[in-house]
């Protein structure tokens, strides 16, 4: 069992920027791929930035490419979601999420694949 607990979000201007931040307890934490996902009002949660368990290897939506950075720290368990440029369609709930890892490069951006979800954290970017 992994418990995972986001923090980090709030409000702030379109342009912005803000550090989310998940930390899990429970198993070894290294062994897990980690994703952000994120649920806007009335709409489906949607794949944001995935990263394997060695960090090694990362992959972003295209709707947040060049403008987020997931990273991670398995000494602290936990995972960074860096929040930069922020415009208002990024406002949503942000969920990070765990699935056990198949090698050093896996990561998924399906949600079904996660096993371990956090209780979400709210972004809202005012314009």
């Known amino acids: 069992q992994v418990q995972l607990v986001e923090s980090g979000g709030g409000l702030v201007q379109a342009g912005g920027s803000l550090r989310l931040s998940c930390a899990a307890s429970?198993?070894?934490?290294?062994?897990?791929?980690m994703g952000w996902f994120r649920q806007a009002p009335g709409k489906e949660r949607d794949f944001v930035a995935a990263?394997?368990?060695?960090?090694?290897?990362?992959y972003y939506a295209d709707s947040v490419k060049g403008r987020f950075i997931i990273s991670r720290d398995n000494a602290k368990n936990t995972v960074y979601l860096q929040m930069n440029s922020l415009k208002p369609g990024d406002t949503a709930v942000y969920y990070c999420?765990?699935?056990?890892?198949?090698?050093?490069?896996?990561?998924?951006?399906?949600?079904?694949?996660?096993?371990?979800w956090g209780q979400g954290t709210q972004v809202t970017v005012s314009s």
């Open positions: 999420a765990a699935t056990t890892s198949r090698s050093s490069w896996y990561l998924s951006t399906g949600d079904k694949e996660y096993e371990y």
């Open positions: 429970g198993r070894t934490f290294s062994r897990y791929a």
């Open positions: 990263i394997s368990w060695s960090g090694g290897n990362t």
